[in-house]
């Protein structure tokens, strides 16, 4: 195997084929309300990822019912992962995410659900409930790691540091959790050596599935007034690709990997205009790792969880 795909993680775990369907359940998140700053991560639309029937006016199970209508007509025997996705979806007292996650699993279909959060923003009486829960069915917590960078984290203006990633994760391992990170490759700052250095890190960690995106200037956000006043280098998908592969090569080898690329609607993306579709971005990756030989976890280093 030239790297753990999620598709081959899914079959695993499943004897359906199975579709994440994402919720905008109408949350927002710490460092924008004020509690802990403002404005957000300055790379942050999340209109750039929301697909359109998520929409935080309709409920959670209006939300599903919509997104199972779109891929029912290819795949009437389809089931359904539940995706808490826009912004943070821990960030309410118990009660309240417990009726949310709850509406979600008793849509049909609806064979689990997947916490998009931050790691600043789980304590131990959620987790308690969410362990209790998948018993039941599958949860899977992901995480925005972004970066391991404590810099880079001020300077996205993330409010947290790596050591609060650290716990996160490692609590809801603890539990049997199926646990997600989400990194960016190309921040502003970060060499691709750095990059690369960084699935040291990952990997040392008990983290299950990872995604994996590029850099990109979204319209409406502060780092687009940044990029703007000042550009900086982002990655051509040459040098990404190359990045990929060797980030890929330092991996642990059973962490599964979701995503290499985000695809942003041309009209919100600024930078960079790669005209690539992620399938085919994907494509190149695999074939690269052919052509070299090269595989996923080769020069990873041995840690507890291999």
Same mark, same amino acid.
């Given at each position: 195997?030239?790297?753990?795909?999620?598709?081959?993680?899914?079959?695993?775990?499943?004897?359906?084929?199975?579709?994440?369907?994402?919720?905008?359940?109408?949350?927002?998140?710490?460092?924008?309300?004020?509690?802990?700053?403002?404005?957000?991560?300055?790379?942050?639309?999340?209109?750039?990822?929301?697909?359109?029937?998520?929409?935080?006016?309709?409920?959670?199970?209006?939300?599903?019912?919509?997104?199972?209508?779109?891929?029912?007509?290819?795949?009437?025997?389809?089931?359904?992962?539940?995706?808490?996705?826009?912004?943070?979806?821990?960030?309410?007292?118990?009660? /309240?995410? #417990?009726?949310?996650?709850?509406? *979600?699993?008793?849509?049909?279909? $609806?064979? !689990?659900? =997947? &916490?998009?959060?931050? %790691?600043?923003?789980?304590?131990?009486?959620?987790?308690?409930?969410?362990?209790?829960?998948?018993?039941?069915?599958?949860?899977?917590?992901?995480?925005?790691?972004?970066?391991?960078?404590?810099?880079?984290?001020?300077?996205?203006?993330?409010?947290?540091?790596?050591?609060? /990633?650290? #716990?996160?994760?490692?609590?809801? *391992?603890?539990?049997?959790?199926? $646990?997600? !990170?989400? =990194? &960016?490759?190309?921040? %502003?700052?970060?060499?691709?050596?750095?990059?690369?250095?960084?699935?040291?890190?990952?990997?040392?960690?008990?983290?299950?599935?990872?995604?994996?995106?590029?850099?990109?200037?979204?319209?409406?956000?502060?780092?687009?007034?940044?990029?703007?006043?000042?550009?900086?280098?982002?990655?051509?998908?040459?040098?990404?690709?190359?990045?990929?592969?060797?980030?890929?090569?330092?991996?642990?080898?059973?962490?599964?990997?979701?995503?290499?690329?985000?695809?942003?609607?041309?009209?919100?993306?600024?930078?960079?205009?790669?005209?690539?579709?992620?399938?085919?971005?994907?494509?190149?990756?695999?074939?690269?790792?052919?052509?070299?030989?090269?595989?996923?976890?080769?020069?990873?280093?041995?840690?507890?969880?291999?």
């Amino acid at each position: 195997m030239i790297y753990y795909d999620y598709g081959t993680w899914l079959r695993r775990h499943f004897p359906f084929k199975v579709q994440k369907l994402s919720i905008d359940a109408g949350f927002t998140c710490p460092n924008r309300d004020g509690r802990i700053g403002v404005g957000g991560c300055i790379y942050c639309n999340n209109q750039s990822f929301n697909p359109t029937y998520c929409n935080p006016a309709r409920s959670v199970r209006e939300q599903l019912e919509e997104g199972k209508r779109f891929f029912s007509r290819k795949y009437p025997e389809m089931k359904y992962m539940a995706y808490f996705q826009a912004f943070t979806n821990t960030y309410s007292d118990l009660e /309240t995410l #417990r009726k949310l996650y709850e509406e *979600a699993l008793d849509v049909e279909d $609806v064979v !689990g659900i =997947i &916490i998009g959060t931050r %790691p600043d923003c789980i304590d131990t009486t959620l987790l308690d409930y969410l362990q209790d829960l998948n018993t039941h069915t599958m949860v899977t917590i992901e995480y925005g790691i972004e970066t391991t960078n404590d810099n880079t984290l001020r300077l996205i203006n993330r409010g947290h540091n790596f050591d609060c /990633t650290r #716990r996160a994760v490692e609590m809801t *391992a603890k539990r049997g959790i199926t $646990v997600g !990170g989400h =990194i &960016i490759l190309g921040l %502003p700052g970060e060499t691709a050596e750095e990059s690369i250095s960084q699935a040291a890190t990952i990997s040392a960690l008990p983290i299950d599935i990872l995604k994996i995106h590029q850099m990109q200037i979204i319209r409406g956000t502060k780092l687009a007034k940044l990029y703007e006043a000042n550009p900086f280098h982002l990655y051509s998908p040459e040098e990404y690709i190359e990045v990929i592969v060797s980030y890929l090569e330092h991996l642990r080898d059973d962490i599964v990997v979701e995503r290499f690329a985000s695809q942003s609607p041309k009209g919100m993306l600024i930078a960079p205009q790669w005209g690539l579709k992620n399938y085919e971005l994907t494509n190149l990756i695999v074939n690269k790792m052919r052509r070299e030989d090269r595989r996923q976890g080769s020069l990873a280093i041995k840690s507890s969880f291999s």
